[in-house]
């Protein structure tokens, strides 16, 4: 039963793997540029997977197995086994191919550092346009400003255009942020990256992780007490759904 168990699990893994592939969901979890290395792997994968159905049936030590686990289901506890077997392999079921793909979300940012890895942000400011236009200016790049230590004289005459989801500020809460996950290899290293946003009551207008579009320029935090001294102001904040690439690279 465990051999079996195994290998339908594993089958599992690879047809979720595939599917996600093939419906451009895979890079909720990794980097776009591990594509075809994870799905030709992935096929070479299902296919000795079913290989070992057809030519392996059943080893010597299975049988000794399936006889010791049929000592076993005549023990008292011997049925256990076989639910809990069935069990896994349905929870699997659910939870591979059932339960829709998700992206990382605030509950992430709590167990990792918001704007705290250098990695993440590139690690000099990006080259600034000659001609003034930060239309092309993602989340990480005014985070990564922020981050170089600009003063308000640099930001007085600059306007974001940027679409992430809300986080909280741990430490203001008429502040959140507007942030991204930055995918180096998959989704176990990614890291969040924020704008901070002064909005005093925005929890009563929007849910936390819900996407929104804000358009707007730098001021100074009203709150001197706040860490964040830089923040964004916005006149109007713009709900959106989810875009299909929800991370930056």
Not at 78 to 101: E, K, N, Y
Not at 121 to 149: E, H, I, N, Q
Not at 158 to 177: E, Q, R, S, Y
């Amino acid at each position: 039963m465990a051999h079996w168990q195994g290998v339908v699990l594993g089958l599992i893994g690879l047809i979720a793997t595939i599917w996600l592939g093939l419906t451009g969901q895979l890079a909720l979890y990794i980097h776009p540029r591990y594509f075809v290395f994870t799905i030709i792997m992935a096929v070479i994968a299902a296919v000795l997977a079913l290989a070992a159905f057809t030519l392996d049936p059943a080893t010597p030590d299975e049988h000794d197995n399936d006889h010791d686990h049929a000592e076993e289901g005549r023990s008292r506890w011997g049925w256990l086994w076989s639910v809990g077997s069935v069990l896994t392999v349905i929870a699997a079921v659910v939870a591979l191919l059932i339960l829709p793909p998700s992206t990382l979300t605030t509950a992430t940012v709590a167990q990792r550092d918001l704007n705290g890895s250098a990695s993440a942000l590139t690690l000099k400011a990006p080259a600034l346009p000659s001609k003034g236009d930060y239309s092309a200016f993602t989340v990480r790049d005014w985070a990564s400003l922020l981050r170089s230590g600009a003063g308000q004289d640099f930001f007085a005459d600059k306007t974001a255009t940027v679409t992430g989801f809300i986080t909280p500020d741990k430490t203001d809460p008429n502040v959140f942020f507007v942030a991204r996950f930055v995918v180096t290899c998959c989704a176990v290293d990614a890291q969040p990256i924020g704008i901070p946003v002064y909005h005093p009551g925005w929890q009563n207008e929007y849910t936390t992780d819900s996407w929104v579009t804000i358009s707007s320029g730098f001021r100074a935090n009203p709150n001197p007490a706040s860490r964040e001294a830089i923040v964004l102001i916005p006149d109007s904040i713009i709900p959106t759904t989810q875009p299909a690439q929800p991370y930056v690279y």
